[in-house]
């Protein structure tokens, strides 16, 4: 990594801001400031000198990192977009940089004595990274395996605890009471905020012409060190943050002027899952971020899918945040013909969320289709079926059950190649006289078309059946059947896991006599989960779509 600091840094940094920032000095402050100068030159001072040392310190234990542009998302968005790409760091992280900056500070005897950390998995490989068999790493329960594994393989001793990063804290905080060795906060502690900040005097050092930083926020300690270095560098330059709607602890801090602590958060964006902000970051961010972005778990599937279009490689879904969020910030009519540099922050993502992120980017861009068909029952007709419509057209998926001579209900997943070849699909359909249902971008919808494609229960006019959304944690179903109880039987269950923040569950139960359908009903509001009644349809049109909310 390039040496920043002279031998004498205070006089060099001084020297520099005097040198390249005369004019700009002039043009921010105002000429009410021009009889206080060395006192402006000493602000700037104060708030750079901390990060600049923090380079020099982490030099050879980081990667300076290339920004890179981003060719097909700066053709669609009308800016050019340049990707920093931290993925490619040590441990595949920007975590790293704080790591190292906060224990190179330690005393000899501290490293000695070892260190404790929580952390959503990218710290944890950061400070596994420095200390070794020295660490001692919390993390929840819900964490990646790559991500655990990458920490045991470094040496460090793993404790799975909670299920979220807040989880994971409190369990090494009280671990720490009787340890007695040092902690090291992964955001709210003033070294790590230091290291992270280095990010940005690579990009407003290599890019100058940047105009808007765009920095994807969990606990805040990223964005609260590149917003302060990069004011520091150039006070013009915009800030945003951008965070995952589930777990928006810091947009709504700064809402509210205070830290507001989240009683539930989104497990999609694991490594921003964090319920509760420092202060030390909130204050940064109040002070010198322009503006925070949220966006959706939709929003972040498709970012990583673009990232993928670009790079042929993959993010977690928290470090492509800031290219939702550039996406976003993109559709404002006056966001255009400017430089966004993008902080693509790691890329610890598990084979099981790929999948995931690959299937539900299919959906949402029109390139795989999933719908319920009514045949005929009759001979040939899934032959006519396959020839008129299907076509050359790949088959994904296809569940079919004989259902007698009421006619029959098919499930069929087709790939389509976006969303003009997905129109031509259905508007066959419709002049083929095809009764059918696009089930493509609902998950609850899929999941009682799958169930019902096996044909209806014996139990039909005694069967009541529910479309359960599970968070996606250890011993969810296990509480959600303790609270529902023993009192039905099931005779449907349909589940498999996501890589989403829920996993959708169709169950029925059987009925002695649907009057009892009013108490199963309030025994499910007493879950929490969310549960919406259902009728099993030939078709969910023919039914109406008829679906009533139970808790």
């Known amino acids: 990594m390039e040496r920043i600091l002279a031998e004498d840094p205070r006089a060099a940094i001084i020297e520099r801001i ?36 923090a380079a020099e310190r982490i030099a050879d234990h980081i990667d300076a990192t290339p920004t890179q542009l981003a060719p097909l998302l700066s053709a669609r968005t009308g800016n050019t977009v340049l990707l920093k790409r931290e993925d490619l760091q040590r441990h595949h992280s920007f975590k790293g940089r704080g790591a190292a900056n906060r224990y190179l500070e330690l005393s000899e005897d501290e490293r000695t004595a ?69 902690f090291l906060h992964p955001f709210g502690d003033e070294a790590v905020i230091h290291g992270q900040g280095t990010i940005a005097l690579e990009m407003l050092r290599d890019n100058p012409e940047i105009t808007h930083l765009v920095v994807p926020i969990g606990g805040g300690g990223l964005i609260a060190g590149m917003a302060e270095a990069a004011k520091a560098i150039n006070p013009n330059v915009k800030v945003i943050g951008v965070q995952y709607d589930k777990s928006a602890a810091m947009h709504r801090s700064v809402l509210a002027g205070e830290i507001v602590e989240l009683a539930e958060t989104g497990g999609f964006s694991d490594g921003t899952n964090v319920k509760k902000v420092a202060d030390s970051t909130l204050q940064r961010v109040q002070r010198y971020v322009d503006e925070i972005l949220t966006v959706s778990e939709d929003d972040i599937v498709l970012a990583i899918n673009d990232f993928y279009e670009e790079t042929r490689g993959y993010l977690e879904p928290a470090g492509a945040l800031a290219i939702a ?62 020839e008129s419509v299907v076509g050359n057209h790949s088959i994904r998926e296809f569940r079919y059950a004989y259902a007698g001579d009421v006619g029959a209900t098919i499930m069929i997943g087709v790939e389509t190649t976006g969303q003009g070849d997905k129109r031509s699909f259905l508007q066959a359909l419709e002049t083929q006289g095809y009764d059918f249902d696009d089930h493509s971008a609902d998950s609850v919808e899929q999941t009682v078309v799958r169930s019902q494609a096996g044909g209806p229960s014996r139990l039909h006019d005694r069967e009541v059946s529910f479309v359960v959304e599970f968070p996606e944690r250890a011993g969810a179903l296990r509480d959600f059947l303790r609270t529902v109880g023993d009192d039905w039987n099931i005779t449907r269950f349909d589940y498999q896991a996501s890589s989403s923040d829920t996993g959708t569950v169709l169950i029925s139960y059987g009925m002695e006599s649907m009057d009892e359908t009013s108490v199963i009903t309030d025994r499910l509001r007493q879950t929490g989960f969310e549960a919406t009644r259902i009728i099993p349809p030939r078709l969910m049109r023919s039914a109406g779509r008829l679906t009533t909310s139970v808790a």
Request: charged share 20%; hydrophobic share 40%; proline share 4%.
């Open 325 to 386: 969020g550039v996406k976003q910030l993109s559709q404002r009519p006056e966001v255009r013909n400017q430089v966004l540099g993008a902080v693509c922050s790691g890329a610890n993502i598990s084979p099981d969320k790929i999948k995931y992120v690959i299937e539900r980017a299919a959906q949402l861009e029109g390139r795989q289709t999933l719908l319920s068909v009514a045949l005929p029952e009759r001979p040939g007709a899934l032959r006519e079926f396959c």
């Open 18 to 53: 005097e040198a390249e920032h005369s004019q700009e000095l002039d043009d921010y402050w105002g000429d009410s400031y021009a009889g206080v100068r060395a006192d402006i030159i000493q602000t700037y001072y104060e708030q750079y000198a901390p990060y600049v040392a």
């Open 114 to 182: 070892g260190v404790v950390a929580a952390s959503a998995g990218n710290f944890a490989q950061g400070v596994a990274g420095m200390a070794g068999a020295g660490a001692t790493i919390f993390m929840p329960v819900t964490t990646p395996a790559v991500k655990v594994q990458s920490v045991r393989n470094l040496g460090a001793s793993v404790w799975l605890e909670g299920n979220s990063y807040s989880d994971a804290y409190a369990a090494a905080i009280d671990y720490n009471r009787s340890a007695g060795k040092t």
